[in-house]
Nanobody, 122 residues
């Protein structure tokens, strides 16, 4: 059973950094496709970044390009989102996603974590 668990959210000032982590606590499965999305109050879920094993370059949403980096650990089972130069507009619940297809749409993914809150103060 897949159980994605995110961690690393919190409160940070504008210009600061955070690193989010996501691991599958449900077993030893390695997900080929993993991604990050975010959702702010009263807004739709927004694509942040995606990583595909052996797939070459990562993909990023336009609003985070150059500031956020997606990566995996050596086991390839934990995915990270390094967030630098954070802005108040980055405030949202951040969700980890896995499985399905390598893409930027929520429906591309089969499994989702519960989310972790990131708040950037001005």
């Amino acid at each position: 059973q897949v159980q994605l668990v995110e961690s690393g959210g919190g409160l940070v000032q504008t210009g600061g950094s955070l690193r989010l982590s996501c691991a599958d606590a449900g077993g030893t499965r390695t997900h080929i496709n993993m991604g990050w999305f975010r959702q702010a109050p009263a807004k739709e879920r927004e694509f942040v970044a995606a990583n595909r094993l052996g797939g070459g370059s990562n993909v990023y949403g336009d609003s985070v390009k150059g500031r956020f980096t997606i990566s995996r650990d050596n086991t390839m089972r934990t995915v990270y989102l390094q967030m630098n130069r954070l802005e108040p507009e980055d405030t949202a619940v951040y969700y980890c996603a896995a499985g399905g297809n390598y893409g930027s749409r929520p429906l591309d993914y089969d499994y989702w974590g519960q989310g972790t809150q990131v708040t950037v103060s001005s």
